[in-house]
C-alpha cells in the first residue's frame, strides 16, 4: 500500500515537473502582461505547488530517507521564489507583508539553517551521503539569501526599488523556473552518463541550471531596470 500510494504522487509529481518546465519557458518569453503569460504563470505557479505538494508527500511516507529529508528542503527552496514572486503582485502600491509572507521568508530561512547543519554533519560524516554535503551547502546559502533578501525589506533596513512589483516577481519567478530546470537536469542527464563518472559532475547538473538562469536573468533585470531608470536602492541605515 505504500509503494501505491508513493506511484501514485510520483506520477502527479513528474506531470507537475513537466507542466512547470513547459509554461515557465512560455511565461519568461510571452509578452509581459498579456493573455500568454498571465495564463501560462497561472499554470506555472500550481505546478510548482504541486511539486512541493508531492515532495511533502515523499518525506512523510520515508521520513527516515536522507534523499527525501534532502528533496523536502529543495522543495522548500524552490517553492518559496514562486510563491513570494505572485505575492508581489499584490503589493504593488506597497511592498506591505501579511503572516503568510513572514511566515514564509522565516521558514526558508530556517531551511537554510537546516541545511546548512545537514552539510557540516555529512562533512564530518560522509558514509551515505556521496556528494549531498556539498549541495546540502550551496542551496543552504541559496535559502538564506532568499531569506535576507525579503526580510531586509519587511524589516524596514531596505526600501523596495521602483517598480519592485515588476521586477521582483520576474526575478523571483526565472528562480523558480531554475528549480524546474534543475529538476528536470538531474533526472535526466545522469542516465546518459558513462559508468565512473566523477562525483563533481553530478554536482554540476544541480547547480549548472540555477547559474545559467540566474546569468539570463540577470541580463533581462538589467534590461527592465534601464527602461524604467530604476537605480540601486540603498540600505536605510546607510541613509540616516
Given at each position: ?23 515557465g ?59 513570494s514572486?505572485k ?5 504593488k ?39 549531498l ?42 528562480g523558480?523556473?531554475s ?17 565512473g ?37 540603498k ?6
Amino acid at each position: 500500500m505504500e509503494k501505491l500510494i508513493f506511484n501514485f504522487f510520483l506520477v502527479i509529481h513528474v506531470i507537475c515537473g513537466f507542466l512547470s518546465l513547459s509554461t515557465g519557458l512560455v511565461a519568461m518569453i510571452a509578452e509581459k502582461g498579456k493573455k500568454a503569460h498571465n495564463i501560462s504563470g497561472k499554470i506555472f505557479y500550481w505546478a510548482m505547488l504541486g511539486v512541493f505538494v508531492t515532495t511533502i508527500v515523499f518525506f512523510v511516507i520515508y521520513p527516515a530517507q536522507l534523499k527525501y529529508q534532502f528533496f523536502l528542503t529543495i522543495g522548500i527552496i524552490s517553492f518559496y521564489p514562486n510563491f513570494s514572486g505572485k505575492r508581489l503582485l499584490s503589493m504593488k502600491k506597497a511592498i506591505v507583508p501579511q503572516l503568510i509572507d513572514w511566515v514564509a521568508a522565516w521558514a526558508v530561512g530556517l531551511c537554510g539553517v537546516v541545511m546548512l547543519g545537514y552539510s557540516v554533519y555529512g562533512f564530518l560524516h560522509p558514509e551515505g551521503f556521496n556528494g549531498l554535503a556539498i549541495l546540502f551547502a550551496i542551496f543552504g546559502i541559496v535559502c538564506l539569501f532568499n531569506a535576507y533578501g525579503d526580510l531586509k525589506i519587511y524589516l524596514g533596513y531596505q526600501k523596495p526599488e521602483k517598480m519592485h512589483w515588476f521586477l521582483g516577481h520576474g526575478g523571483k519567478m526565472m528562480g523558480a523556473y531554475s528549480a524546474a530546470l534543475t529538476a528536470f537536469c538531474v533526472n535526466i542527464v545522469p542516465r546518459y552518463l558513462p559508468a565512473g563518472t566523477p562525483a563533481f559532475v553530478f554536482i554540476l547538473t544541480w547547480v549548472l541550471p540555477g547559474v545559467a538562469i540566474g546569468v539570463v536573468a540577470a541580463r533581462i533585470l538589467k534590461k527592465y531596470r534601464l527602461k524604467f531608470n530604476v537605480k540601486a536602492v540603498k540600505p536605510v541605515l546607510q541613509e540616516a
